[in-house]
Nanobody
Framework: QVQLVESGGGLVQPGGSLSLSCVAS????????VNWFRQAPGKEREFVAA????????YYTDSVKGRFTISGDNAENPVYLQMNSLQPEDTGVYYC?????WGKGTLVTVSS
């Protein structure tokens, strides 16, 4: 059984920063990319960022490019999402996803 646990969410003012982490446990998750999604209130879940197995490639949705950085090289170690210059539109529940497995999410609120 695979478990994903996200942490690091919280309340931050616009322009602030947060660092989220995703820790996976359970069976081996070799060759899977690690993905971050988010869901804002009243909106559908959307892709935010991903890192390929081994860390060679990273991917970002356009709205976070230059502000968010995903780091980590595989699902067997923590994967981080560094979020800088946060804006109110970044508010939402952030989920880590690996393969078909999802965490329960961590809430990020950007508000003054």
């Amino acid at each position: 059984q695979v478990q994903l646990v996200e942490s690091g969410g919280g309340l931050v003012q616009p322009g602030g920063s947060l660092s989220l982490s995703c820790v996976a446990s359970g069976r081996a998750l070799r060759d899977y990319s690690v993905n971050w999604f988010r869901q804002a209130p009243g909106k559908e879940r959307e892709f935010v960022a991903a890192v390929s197995w081994g860390g060679a490639s990273t991917y970002y949705t356009d709205s976070v490019k230059g502000r968010f950085t995903i780091s980590g090289d595989n699902a067997e170690n923590p994967v981080y999402l560094q979020m800088n210059s946060l804006q109110p539109e970044d508010t939402g529940v952030y989920y880590c996803a690996i393969g078909v497995h999802w965490g329960k999410g961590t809430l990020v609120t950007v508000s003054s």
